[in-house]
Every structure is written in structure tokens, then in C-alpha cells.
């Protein structure tokens, strides 16, 4: 099977320092990946450079085996639909003028949303569980509801891949499990490829099927759930120490930071 998409020896910086340095990857057609690592591991700007908002010093980024710098923004939109970690929406948009932004890049140019446009909109709207909020302006929802807008914006963009950058952490534990059936469901059925940046590792163990741990802006390790996610590899990458066991109740591994307790 080809990949969808391919990072080849990635580097990058903002300034002298390098943030990414030598990052490669490829992920498949369905396939659900999470991007992890501590803080300031380079996993926003691994991001913004797949989605083609940041170019790379250096390497190479393919997408559906053509560099993603030969695309146009319009045709990479069909293809590629971003959340990212902070997403301002600067001007009052209702929930539906903003899940119907979704659709610019399948209009023709000018072009008003057509009834299917209408109807992708509203079932995304309605798979994430905020078809209510349709006409309440975007700055009067709450943290979690504007973040499951933002991702049915995403899914009506009908992307082959889905880049998220922490797309939970405003969610509670329904949301959180209700959001990866959500992209469960999709690489099953449409093949969507997901990468998603996550904080949560139980989360990341649950429901990815490879997972990328970054540290200091190189690739500690790419693998299953249960080849990243040792409390070795976790030790060196997070520098805490980490508990790591089995998760009865789903089979995949539970990961605690251990804190020492005092006396
Ligand atoms: N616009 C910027 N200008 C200069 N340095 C930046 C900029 N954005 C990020 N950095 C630096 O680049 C490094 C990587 O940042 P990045 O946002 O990619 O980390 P991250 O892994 O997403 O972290 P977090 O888990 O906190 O979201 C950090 O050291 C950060 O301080
Ligand atoms: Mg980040």
C-alpha cells in the first residue's frame, strides 16, 4: 500500500535552533497516528509544516506521492484538513457558517454552498454533537463545544488525512471517547488517515494504531502502541519517571507519571 503521506529527514527551525531535526514518516490510507512528546517537542510545528503553513529547511513532504510544495492551497484543502492547537475564529461566525467554511475548497470559486454542501455540513455537525448549537455565534459556546465545531469543520472538509493538534484536550471523557469512534468510524469506512498530537497517552494507547514519541525535535521512536510506550522510552523522552501496565478493561496499556509521596 502507498502512503498517503510522507516526511522525509524534516528539518526545521525559528531561529538558530533547531526545533525538528531529521523527522521521518510515512502514514497509510486509515491509518490513526498519534504524535506525542513532552512539551516544546517540535509537535505543533511537525503539524504546521504537514499541513504546508511552514516550509521545511530541509526534506522532503509528499502527499498522495506529490510534494506538498507543488500543491495549490485549494487542491491541499481537499485533500488535508487541519484543527490546530489554538484556532481563533477572529469574527463572530454562527457554528454553521463555520462548519460550512468546511466546504470552500469543493465550491466553485465564488460559489455559494449548494444543498449536499448544506447536508455534509449539518451531519458533521450532528456526529460531533453540536447540531444544536447551529446558529449561536462561535464566541458564545464553551471551550469543548467550539472545540468539536472546529472538528466538524474538519470532517466536512471531507479530507483524505486529518491533522489535529490535541483535538481533546478541551473535552470530557464522553467527548474524548465519542471524538475517536467519530475518527474510527471514518478511516473505516472512507479510509481517512489520521494524525493526531496528543497529551493523553492512555488515550494515544487506546486508540492509535502507531504512535511517533518526539523529544527535542527528533523521532525517539515510531512504532505500535506497545512498542513506544515504555516507561524506558517514556522515562528518556518525558525525564519523569513513568508508570507503564496492562489496562484490564480494553487490553491496551495504562501509562501514570509516578509522583513520590511525601514522608
Ligand atoms: N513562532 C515561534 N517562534 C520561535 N520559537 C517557537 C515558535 N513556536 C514554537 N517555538 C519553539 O519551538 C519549539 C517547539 O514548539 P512546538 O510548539 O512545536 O512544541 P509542541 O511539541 O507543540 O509543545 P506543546 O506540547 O507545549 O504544545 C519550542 O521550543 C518553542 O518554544
Ligand atoms: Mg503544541
Redesign the pocket.
Known amino acids: 500500500m502507498s502512503a498517503l503521506l510522507e516526511a522525509e529527514r524534516l528539518r526545521f527551525a ?2 538558530p535552533r533547531p ?1 525538528l531535526d531529521d523527522v521521518s514518516f510515512a502514514i497509510g490510507p486509515g491509518e490513526l497516528v498519534g504524535v506525542i ?10 503539524v504546521r509544516l504537514l499541513a504546508g503553513v511552514l516550509a521545511p529547511a530541509s526534506g522532503s513532504i509528499r502527499l498522495a506521492e506529490r510534494p506538498l510544495s507543488e500543491y495549490r492551497r485549494r487542491d491541499v484543502a481537499r485533500r488535508l484538513a487541519v484543527v490546530p ?1 489554538d484556532a481563533h475564529v477572529d469574527f463572530p461566525f454562527t457554528a454553521l457558517e463555520v462548519v460550512l467554511m468546511g466546504r470552500a475548497a469543493h465550491l466553485p470559486p465564488l460559489g455559494f454552498p449548494r444543498a449536499r454542501d448544506l447536508a455534509v455540513a449539518r451531519a458533521a455537525m450532528q456526529r460531533l454533537e453540536v447540531a444544536h448549537l447551529e446558529d449561536r455565534a462561535l464566541d458564545r459556546v464553551s471551550g469543548g463545544e467550539r472545540q468539536r465545531v472546529l472538528l466538524a469543520r474538519a470532517l466536512a472538509q471531507e479530507p483524505d488525512l486529518l491533522l489535529l493538534d ?1 483535538p481533546t484536550t478541551h473535552l470530557d471523557l464522553r467527548h474524548q471517547a465519542g471524538i475517536h469512534e467519530v475518527l474510527g468510524e471514518l478511516s473505516r469506512s472512507r479510509g481517512t488517515a489520521v494524525l493526531s ?1 496528543l ?1 493523553d497517552l492512555n488515550l494515544a494507547a487506546m486508540y492509535c494504531d502507531r504512535l511517533i514519541l ?1 523529544a527535542a525535535g527528533r523521532v525517539l521512536r515510531v512504532g505500535t502502541p506497545s512498542q513506544v510506550l515504555t516507561a524506558e522510552a517514556l522515562g528518556a523522552a518525558y525525564r519523569t519517571q513513568v508508570y507503564v501496565g496492562p489496562n484490564d478493561a480494553t487490553g491496551s496499556l495504562v501509562v501514570l507519571p509516578l509522583v513520590r509521596r511525601r514522608g
Do not use: I, M, S
Not at 516544546?40 to 510545528?45: H, I, L, P, V
Open positions: 525559528y531561529g526545533v512528546g513532552p512539551n516544546g517537542a517540535g509537535k505543533t510545528t511537525l492547537q490535541e498530537v497529551h518526539l
